[in-house]
């Protein structure tokens, strides 16, 4: 399956953004499929995931409240909304994709992965 995400920008504090992840090639929905950030300097860290199997849903806890993923079926993808905003949430987003039947929080646990969209959050 080929990852394609968008819907990075420039953003305040306290304002919004919703990332897209487009698959092709296979339905995403037969995938666990999960969003990381990386921000300069720093490692790749686990934001949100959906499970194959049973549509479970896992957040860090740096977004648990104001982040929300969820899976676009009709488009092939999943979506990540962003609220609540914070200038420490600037990162590039990478969305991933696995055939494992549980969500992982690391990045090894992820064999497809998108090209990364960069989120930036002004104070």
């Known amino acids: 399956v080929q990852l394609q995400a968008s819907g990075g920008g420039l953003v305040q504090s306290g304002g919004s953004l919703k990332l897209s992840c487009t698959a092709s090639?296979?339905?995403?929905?037969?995938?666990?499929a999960a969003w990381f950030r990386q921000a300069p300097g720093k490692e790749r860290e686990f934001v949100a995931g959906?499970?194959?199997?049973?549509?479970?849903?896992e957040y860090s806890d740096s977004v648990k409240g104001r982040f929300t993923i969820s899976r676009d079926s009709a488009k092939n993808a999943i979506t990540l909304q962003m609220n609540s905003l914070k200038p420490e949430d600037t990162a590039v987003y990478y969305c991933?994709?696995?055939?494992?039947?549980?969500?992982?929080?690391?990045?090894?646990?992820?064999?497809?992965w998108g090209q990364g969209t960069l989120v930036t959050v002004s104070s």
């Open positions: 991933a994709a696995d055939q494992r039947f549980e969500v992982g929080r690391t990045r090894q646990k992820y064999d497809h």
């Open positions: 959906i499970s194959w199997l049973r549509d479970s849903i």
């Open positions: 090639g296979r339905a995403l929905s037969r995938y666990t």
